[in-house]
C-alpha cells in the first residue's frame, strides 16, 4: 500500500542560515508564494525570536499564504516561553497553524550545551510542549542532535512529550553524522514504539549533509516508516545543508516501488522553486546537482546522445518535463557525434543533404565547436550557409539565412559610479551597426546598446559569472537567461576578456531569438 509522505520545507528556517542568504520580507514572501505552488505540506517560515525583521516576514507568510487549509505554517522556538510566543504570536494569523519547539537530546547537548541532567532537559521540553498546547493544537517537538543520543532517553524524551500533547515527533540528524542503514534501525525502532503509544503522532525526520548522506538518510527513515521528511530547496542549509527537497521528492516518485509512497509535491514547479531560491539567496546551484543542476538534463557526449536520439529510456530516468524544463538538451559540442548534428539539422529544416555534404558540414562543426565550446542553431545556419557558398550550391533550403544574425565586431565599457556607459561596434549582414547607453552598471549600460541595436524586446532574467580557469589567463564563464515573449533562451559564452565574454553571451541569446521567431519562412 502506498503512504503519503508529509513534505515539509525549511528553506526559509534552515535554509535562510546559509550566511549571506538571508532574505527581505518582500523576497521571503515571494518564496513562500512559490514554496506553495510548488504543494509543500508545511512551510517553516523562520524563527521569529531571532528578530523582529523575521517576525513580522512570519506573520506575513501566515496571514497572507497560510490563508488557506492547504498548507501548515510553522516557525521555530528553544523551549522557552519567550520563543514560543513569538512563534505563537506571528504563526497564529494562518488557518492552519503549528508551533515548532527544538531541544537537544544527546548526552553533548545535555551536558556540555545546557550543563544540565537529562531529567532537567526532559522536562524543560515537556513543560515546553504543555505550554504550547495552551496556544493552539498542533506542536512538533525535535530531540536536537537525535541521531548522537543514547537511544532510551530519546525515546523517553518522546514518549513525555507525546504524553504532554506533541503532534508530530521530529528526528533530527543535526550534525550530518547518521549512515543510511544505522538511521533506518532508528527509525524502526522510534516508529514501532511511537504507534503504539499513539499513532495518530506524526513521525518526521530532518538530516544534514555533512557526509553528503542527507538524502539518502531521509529515504531510508521513509523506508522504515517515517511519515514526514523536512527538507529544502536546492539542499541548502547549515554547513553543508540538509536534505533536498528535489532529490527526496524525485526518488519518491521515480521509485515509488522501492519506497511505496508518494508526495503531493506538484513537480513542474521545481525548477522554478529552485531558480527562484537560488536568485534570491545569491546561491548558485552546483551545476552537476541532481535534479536542479544546470548539467542535470543536458548531454553532451557523443555516445549518450546517440543513444537517446534511438531511444530516450537509454540515458533518462526522468523526463525534464516533469520537473518543469522544457525538454532533454543535447548540448552541441566538440564531443557531439554525428547523429546528434544530423538530427539538430533536420530539425533545422536540412533534410534532404547528401553523405558528402554532411560530412563537409560536419568538419566545419568541429573546427566552430573547438573553438566556441558550444554550438547554437545560429551557428549552424552559418556553417551551412558558408558550406552552400564554397560549393557553389543553390539550394531553397536556405536563403541567406546568415544576413539575419548578430556578429559582435568591438566593445568598449566604462565601469564608474557615475555614468557607467557602454559603446559596441555588431554586424547584421554588410551593414555596421553601432551604439553607446548608459546603465546602473556596466553590464546594463553593454545589454542595454545591444538590445537598442537588435530592437528586440528582451528582458534580461539571470546574469552568471564564473572563472572556467585559474591564474592570469583564466576564462570568464558567462551564463545567462533572457526571455522574449514568454519563451526563456539561455545561452553562454567564455572569453579571457568577461565584458566581450558577457556581450557573446548576450548575442548567442539574441541570435537563438532570430531562428526562432525571425527567419524568412522556408
Ligand atoms: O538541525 C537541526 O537539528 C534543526 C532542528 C531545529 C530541527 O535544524
Ligand atoms: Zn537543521
Redesign the pocket.
Known amino acids: 500500500m502506498t503512504r503519503k509522505i508529509w513534505v515539509f520545507d525549511t528553506t526559509l528556517r ?1 535554509g535562510e542560515q546559509v550566511p549571506g542568504a538571508k532574505l527581505n520580507l518582500y523576497e521571503k514572501l515571494e518564496a513562500a508564494k512559490q514554496l506553495k505552488k510548488l504543494q509543500v505540506d508545511m512551510i517553516e517560515a523562520g524563527f521569529p525570536s531571532s528578530s523582529a525583521g523575521d517576525f513580522n516576514a512570519v506573520k506575513e507568510i501566515a496571514a497572507k499564504v497560510g490563508n488557506t487549509d492547504d498548507v501548515i505554517i510553522t516557525a ?1 522556538a528553544r523551549a522557552v516561553k519567550s520563543d514560543i510566543d513569538a512563534v505563537y504570536n506571528s504563526v497564529k494569523y494562518a488557518e492552519k497553524p503549528l508551533i515548532h519547539i ?1 531541544l537537544g537530546t544527546s548526552d553533548i547537548h545535555v551536558e556540555k550545551k545546557f550543563a544540565k541532567s537529562k531529567s532537567q532537559i526532559l522536562d524543560i521540553g515537556v513543560d515546553a510542549v504543555k505550554y504550547a498546547k495552551t496556544l493552539l493544537p498542533d506542536v512538533q517537538y ?1 530531540t ?1 542532535d537525535a541521531s548522537r543520543s543514547d537511544f532510551e532517553y530519546l525515546w523517553a524524551t518522546i514518549e513525555a512529550v507525546v504524553k504532554a500533547g506533541a503532534t508530530i515527533i ?1 528526528v ?1 540528524d ?1 550534525v550530518g553524522y547518521a549512515e543510511p542503514e544505522e538511521f533506518g534501525k532508528l527509525i524502526f525502532k522510534i516508529n514501532d514504539r511511537l504507534k503504539n503509544l499513539n499513532d495518530q503522532v506524526l513521525l518526521s525526520v ?1 538530516c ?1 549533509n555533512d557526509l553528503g548522506m542527507a538524502t539518502a538518510n531521509t529515504l531510508s527513515a521513509i523506508k522504515n516508516g517515517a511519515d514526514k521528511v523536512e527538507c529544502t530547496i536546492n539542499g541548502i542549509g ?1 554547513r553543508a545543508g540538509n536534505a533536498s527537497l528535489e532529490e527526496v521528492v524525485m526518488a519518491v516518485n521515480t521509485r515509488s516501488e522501492v519506497y511505496q509512497a508518494y508526495t503531493n509535491i506538484n513537480t513542474r514547479e521545481i525548477m522554478n522553486t529552485s531558480r527562484l531560491i537560488s536568485s534570491f539567496m545569491g546561491l548558485d546551484v552546483q551545476v552537476n546537482k541532481a535534479i536542479t543542476g544546470d548539467n542535470a538534463f543536458a548531454h553532451s557526449s557523443g555516445i549518450h546522445q546517440d543513444g537517446l536520439l534511438k531511444s530516450r529510456d537509454a540515458y533518462e530516468i526522468i523526463s525534464p518535463i516533469e520537473v518543469g524544463l522544457d525538454d532533454m538538451e543535447l548540448v552541441l559540442t566538440a564531443r557531439s557525434g554525428r547523429h546528434a548534428v544530423k538530427n539538430a539539422l533536420e530539425k533545422l529544416g536540412f533534410t534532404q543533404l547528401t553523405e558528402t555534404q554532411f560530412e563537409g558540414i560536419f568538419e566545419a562543426f568541429l573546427e566552430l565547436a573547438d573553438a566556441k565550446k558550444e554550438v547554437y542553431n545560429h551557428d549552424l545556419y552559418v556553417i551551412v550557409e558558408n558550406y552552400y557558398t564554397e560549393h557553389d550550391i543553390h539550394n531553397q533550403d536556405i536563403t541567406n539565412y546568415s544576413d539575419n544574425f548578430f556578429e559582435l565586431m568591438d566593445l568598449q565599457v566604462i565601469s564608474n559610479p557615475i555614468f557607467p556607459s557602454a559603446s559596441v561596434k555588431m554586424k547584421k549582414a554588410d551593414q555596421i551597426l553601432k551604439n553607446s547607453a548608459v546603465g546602473s552598471g556596466p553590464i546594463d549600460a553593454l545589454y542595454s546598446a545591444i538590445t537598442e541595436i537588435s530592437e528586440l524586446d528582451i528582458k534580461l532574467l539571470e546574469y552568471n559569472i564564473s572563472s572556467v580557469s585559474r591564474g592570469k589567463e583564466a576564462l570568464g564563464k558567462v551564463k545567462i537567461q533572457v526571455e522574449y515573449k514568454g519563451e526563456i533562451y539561455t545561452a553562454k559564452a567564455t572569453d579571457t576578456d568577461i565584458m566581450k565574454a558577457s556581450a557573446l553571451a548576450y548575442i548567442n541569446a539574441i541570435n537563438s531569438i532570430v531562428v526562432d521567431h525571425l527567419l524568412p519562412v522556408k
Open positions: 534552515d521555530l527544538v525535535s536536537e521530529n533530527p543535526t530532518h544534514h547549515e
